[in-house]
């Protein structure tokens, strides 16, 4: 269903988030989570394939002295204040990039209307978005989060995401793939000492 332009524009987004998160945790986040779209819903637009995968772009320009970051550490990482700037920021980047890649005006919409609510979702594929990040999140994320997070902030508050993570999960289909995944999660959370 898709044009050789569309699927060519897809292309270009993907090697962009690859070459800004050279080095940094996340690509196979972001892969997986375009595969848990197509699961979720088959006949995808390429806009959310695109909005899929550079949904956390705001991620690979933080650095970890900027406000934001250190407001998560505080806060932790379901604040509302820090989500709506990551949703915003990631949404402008990846429209910045479409814009100078000639996207149609069209396009470019939908896909920062779709990141800017992956975290909290919205409408419909909004909430597709967000139920495919959080899936592909425990199918990819957790090990990296037991390792790093744990010590970088503490137990409750990587409990606290996971457990957002997964209560924010909005189709009875996702919930069903991501709940074993959440349990061992929880479990091997609870082993950590």
């Not at 957002?164 to 609870?190: C, D, G, H, V």
């Amino acid at each position: 269903p898709y044009s050789i332009y569309m699927s060519d524009l897809y292309d270009k987004v993907e090697r962009f988030v690859e070459e800004s998160y050279k080095g940094k945790f996340g690509m196979i986040h972001f892969k997986r989570t375009v595969y848990w779209i197509k699961e979720l819903k088959p006949n995808a637009d390429v806009a959310m394939l695109i909005a899929a995968i550079a949904h956390d772009i705001e991620r690979a320009f933080r650095t970890e002295e900027s406000q934001q970051v250190q407001r998560m550490k505080t806060v932790g990482m379901k604040d509302e204040e820090f989500l709506q700037y990551h949703q915003e920021k990631g949404a402008e980047i990846a429209g910045e990039f479409l814009v100078k890649n000639n996207a149609t005006n069209k396009l470019v919409e939908r896909v920062k209307m779709l990141i800017s609510k992956h975290e909290v979702g919205g409408n419909e594929d909004q909430n597709i978005l967000k139920d495919a990040d959080s899936v592909s999140f425990f199918e990819n994320n957790v090990e990296h989060f037991l390792k790093e997070h744990v010590k970088k902030l503490s137990k409750e508050k990587v409990k606290e995401k996971f457990d957002w993570m997964f209560n924010r999960i909005t189709s009875k289909k996702a919930k069903e793939i991501a709940k074993p995944w959440y349990n061992k999660a929880i479990n091997q959370l609870k082993d950590i000492v």
